[in-house]
């Protein structure tokens, strides 16, 4: 547990030692102190509860209306030959792309408000799902689809009862990757569109002259990206209890 904590620890006591040495100006580099009491003050007053819940809403339901988009489209391309010969070049290009530079197509579309926050993290997060379903499904030994085949299993059955579960792993590890991606598309188009947020609130903090604020928002953007990710691992060892990967790890643990 310690080692977990040390890391962040002489970070912190660097960052306090560094921004009070006097080589940086306050502005510049706010203390460590001083980031945390405007944490627990934004905290208290629900400033910092009504930012982060409007980042949290916005990105959770980008990241996962992406995820059934992905893992329908994933399945789909791996196992219907029409879908894969007409996706594969649009996931080739796509996939690779910069996203951010379809913002301004999705604000002319969208207006400036929740709907391209939504949509610019669908698109971000969409295609490193279908990527990994894609290879799951792909993936899945051909000796268990056609024995479950031979004894009669219809293929809604082997879909659900047989390719699914065996792509689960690496279905995982795409929503794995998407969701720091989520995290970091509605962050930034938080603010370069305003509408509230953490990453608003970051870009207001810096029109005022509020270093403290711009630090605080950047820290409990850190903090909630922790809790997901630790969520989301927790949710994959729980789906996965059957699977070698998190045996071995309960083993070793």
């Given at each position: 547990?310690?080692g ?9 006591v660097?960052?306090?030692?560094f921004?009070r ?8 580099l706010p ?6 009491l405007?944490?627990a003050?934004?905290?208290w007053?629900?400033e910092?509860?009504r ?8 990105m ?6 992406a995820?059934a ?5 994933g ?9 894969r ?8 290009i796509?996939?690779?792309a910069?996203?951010i ?24 997060c ?26 009669g ?10 390719v699914?579960p065996a ?7 795409g ?5 720091p991606?989520a ?7 938080e603010?370069?569109t ?8 970051m ?5 005022f ?9 950047l820290?409990a953007v850190g903090?909630l990206g ?6 989301l691992a927790?949710?994959?060892r729980?789906?996965?209890v059957?699977h070698e ?6 083993t070793v643990a």
């Amino acid at each position: 547990m310690l080692g977990n904590a040390a890391s962040p620890l002489v970070v912190l006591v660097a960052w306090e030692s560094f921004a009070r040495s006097g080589f940086v100006s306050a502005y510049l580099l706010p203390p460590a102190s001083a980031v945390a009491l405007r944490l627990a003050e934004a905290v208290w007053s629900g400033e910092i509860l009504r930012e982060g819940g409007r980042t949290l809403v916005r990105m959770l339901v980008g990241y996962v209306l992406a995820a059934a988009l992905g893992v329908a489209l994933g399945v789909l391309i791996a196992r219907v030959r029409v879908v894969r010969w007409f996706m594969d070049p649009l996931v080739s290009i796509g996939f690779p792309a910069p996203k951010i530079s379809f913002l301004p197509i999705f604000i002319l579309w969208f207006g400036l408000f929740d709907l391209p926050k939504i949509v610019m993290t669908v698109f971000a997060c969409v295609f490193p799902v279908i990527t990994a379903t894609w290879a799951g499904t792909d993936g899945v030994d051909k000796y268990l689809i056609w024995s479950a085949q031979n004894m009669g299993t219809r293929n809604r059955a082997l879909l659900w009862e047989i390719v699914l579960p065996a792509a689960l792993p690496q279905v995982f590890t795409g929503l794995q990757v998407a969701l720091p991606i989520a995290f970091i598309v509605v962050i930034v188009t938080e603010m370069l569109t305003g509408g509230g947020g953490l990453g608003g609130g970051m870009m207001e903090g810096q029109r005022f002259a509020d270093s403290t604020r711009v630090f605080a928002n950047l820290v409990a953007v850190g903090v909630l990206g922790i809790l997901a990710m630790k969520g989301l691992a927790f949710l994959r060892r729980r789906l996965l209890v059957w699977h070698e990967e998190v045996q071995r790890e309960g083993t070793v643990a």
